[in-house]
Each structure stands twice: as C-alpha cells, then as structure tokens.
C-alpha cells in the first residue's frame, strides 16, 4: 500500500486502472484526481483508489496558539521548531502528527533581534502562533504572551526558573541565561 501524499488536484490513478472511492474525482480526461490532502490507498484487488485525509482535525489554523520544542537556529536567525501541542480553548491538546512550524526572524520579537539565540535557545520549548495557513506552518513570537515556557541550564542541564521577562536563573548552578519569557505562562 502506497503512503504517498497528495494535495487536492493531484492525479492519484487512470480511470483505465482504479475506479474512484473516496475524496476522489473523475476528471474528463480520464484522471483520477484527489480532493483533499491526504494519503493514497490504492486497492488493487476491488481496483478503487481513495485518498485517506491527513489528520483534518489537527491542521492548524492562522492564530492558533502552537507549543513546540526548538530543534535548530540555522545561522543564528531561523528558527526550526517541532510542534507538539496546540491549545484548544485554553486546554492543551497534544499532536501526534510530526509538524514543523518556522520562525523567521521578522517573526522572533520585535523583527529588529540580529540573533535568535539572544531570546532562545535548542531544545526550549516555546509558545508560539500561527500566522500561514499552510505547512510548512509559518510561526510568531512577537507578543508577550508567545516565547520561551521551559528552558533547562545550557550550563548543567538544571531546569531553569523564571526571573523576569527576559532572565532565566538555573537553580543548581546560578546561571542566568537570556530568553524571551513567554507571559502567559512557564513551566518551571
Ligand atoms: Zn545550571
């Protein structure tokens, strides 16, 4: 069975070959196409294709609030995030499905920061928003209530606890270390 992923308009098979099942269209020109994203089933026995839709109930949306694990700052200005949760009307729903979200750097604080690592760090996870509609998600920080809610020592791997808006302090080793503390909450 095929795992491919298709967008709306993809041609998924021949007319010739596979009779449409679900979320699948004939086109007059003898095309099977998708109309929805999802992934091909193709059953070669009853020769129907479908296209199985990819996890429509956890699309995020523009201005969802996203939690995420920062994975990389390429250059010190993008930055990489794995989404883990989104927030559901003040609860936290956790998502199973491997979604990258992007900062760029109009999108870190004030779009003036030069280095991301000046508000966060690898490995920090942080509250963020939607602002694209499509993935790869496009996310932001600029509002206080979007940054940093867990941090652990770059030092001596301690969990940080908060200071102030801009500080976190390792309560094992002393260090303080810059972030740009989401206001909204933090995880200590
Ligand atoms: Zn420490």
Redesign the pocket.
Known sequence: MSKEVVVPGDVVGVAEEYLPGENVEVGNDGKLRAQVIGVIVKDDREHVVSVKPLKSGNLLKINDVVYGKVIAIPNDRVVIVRIIGVDNNGSKAVIKDDITGIIPPSQLFNGKSNSASEILGIGDMIRARVVSKDPPYTLTLRDAQLGVVHAK??????T?RWKSHGLLQ??????VVRRKVSLAEYWA
């Open positions: 020592c770059p030092r001596c791997g301690h940080l390792c309560p094992n080793c002393g260090a």
